[in-house]
């Protein structure tokens, strides 16, 4: 049971870039999140999405944009690439009945 | 959504109970307390959750008053690997219109020996 799997977990993009992080679940959750934090900071949320074809915004939506085709996987993109978007992004799920977040690994973005 | 106001840090030494704090003054009826724990270069890990009394697994205990305005995680005889950072987060349990939750900065303990 991998639970939810993030790639890549390292990344460097230029400014102007595009890229799209990675995020699958195999635990057939509905909820899907994605974070992130900046160093010594806590988690802020971009988007979510409680099912296949439903997405919305979260805190600090400007400069991405999601998806989520399934229920496994909801990708992360991110659109000409700035420096205040380096961070260490995380991809969560939960189930209907929120018994706690599973979080992936994460990966850690650096635009130069 | 409820926010959540917590000590930036905490010291400790091994062997000792540590008991984090988190205020939420304005909990609503729907929502839940939920402990998180995050060690460097990885995600967060649910440790308890609660709504109201007291909760108690392998891990830890979670206390929270009748008021609800607060709650308290209760780490037993702290270890050096038990540093991380501590999050409490309180969100809504309803289903409908998604489920959001805020992560504070969360609380650095700091386990010494």
């Known amino acids: 049971n991998a639970g939810v799997t993030q790639t890549p977990k390292f990344r460097i993009l230029k400014i102007g870039q595009s890229m799209t992080l990675q995020c699958t679940q195999d635990?057939?959750?509905?909820?899907m999140y994605w974070y992130r934090q900046d160093p010594g900071m806590g988690l802020k949320l971009i988007y979510y999405?409680?099912?296949?074809?439903?997405?919305d915004k979260g805190e600090v939506p400007n400069g991405y944009n999601v998806s989520r085709s399934t229920t496994e996987d909801f990708p992360l993109r991110l659109e000409l690439a700035a420096p205040s978007q380096t961070s260490v992004y995380f991809c969560a799920s939960s189930d209907r009945n929120y018994y706690g977040y599973t979080f992936g690994s994460g990966t850690r973005l650096t635009v130069v | 959504l409820a926010k959540t106001t917590q000590p930036i840090s905490m010291d400790s030494y091994e062997g000792q109970e540590v008991n984090i704090t988190c205020s939420h003054n304005n909990i609503a009826t729907n929502d839940y307390i939920t402990w998180y724990q995050q060690f460097p270069s990885q995600g967060p890990r649910f440790i308890i959750q609660?709504?109201?009394t007291k909760v108690t697994n392998e891990v830890a205990s979670l206390f929270i008053p009748a008021d609800r305005k607060s709650s308290t995680l209760s780490l037993p005889r702290v270890s050096l690997s038990d540093t991380a950072v501590y999050y409490c987060?309180?969100?809504?349990?309803?289903?409908?219109?998604?489920?959001?939750?805020?992560f504070g900065a969360g609380t650095r303990l700091f386990v010494k020996a």
């Open positions: 999405s409680v099912g296949a074809g439903i997405t």
């Open positions: 609660g709504y109201k």
């Open positions: 635990m057939n959750h509905n909820y």
């Open positions: 987060l309180v969100g809504d349990m309803a289903h409908t219109g998604g489920f959001k939750t805020i």
